[in-house]
């Protein structure tokens, strides 16, 4: 069964940057897709950014495109993604989420995934 693990979450001040990892284990990531979304208080869920599983094919939120990037290492069965120049906005627990796909699939639609971790907490704050 695969299992994800978040990590990287904290508190930074606006124009900060932070590195979250999403660690899998119980299963290679070699064949998921993988996307990060993110949820704050008395807000629908948002998905942030997505890759596909043969890391050719990327989807980035228009709220976060050009800001936050999303990677993976394969070898290290983990998916990072980068967050720069963050803005209070962007406070929100953060989860990733792992769906079995061939290829260039990718998704930002929370329905479209079986795998979840238990997020991170990133605060945007001075």
């Known amino acids: 069964q695969l299992q994800l693990v978040e990590s990287g979450g904290g508190l930074v001040q606006p124009g900060g940057s932070l590195r979250l990892s999403c660690a899998a284990s119980g299963r290679t990531l070699d064949y998921y897709a993988i996307a990060w979304f993110r949820q704050a208080p008395g807000k629908e869920r948002e998905g942030v950014a997505c890759?596909?599983?043969?890391?050719?094919?990327?989807l980035y939120a228009d709220s976060v495109k050009g800001r936050f990037t999303i990677s993976r290492d394969n070898a290290k069965n983990t998916v990072y993604l980068q967050m720069n120049s963050l803005h209070p906005e962007d406070t929100a627990n953060y989860y990733c989420?792992?769906?079995?796909?061939?290829?260039?699939?990718?998704?930002?639609?929370?329905?479209?995934?079986?795998?979840w971790g238990q997020g991170t907490q990133v605060t945007v704050s001075s």
């Open positions: 989420a792992a769906e079995g796909a061939a290829n260039n699939w990718r998704s930002l639609d929370a329905n479209e995934y079986d795998s």
């Open positions: 890759i596909s599983s043969d890391s050719t094919s990327t």
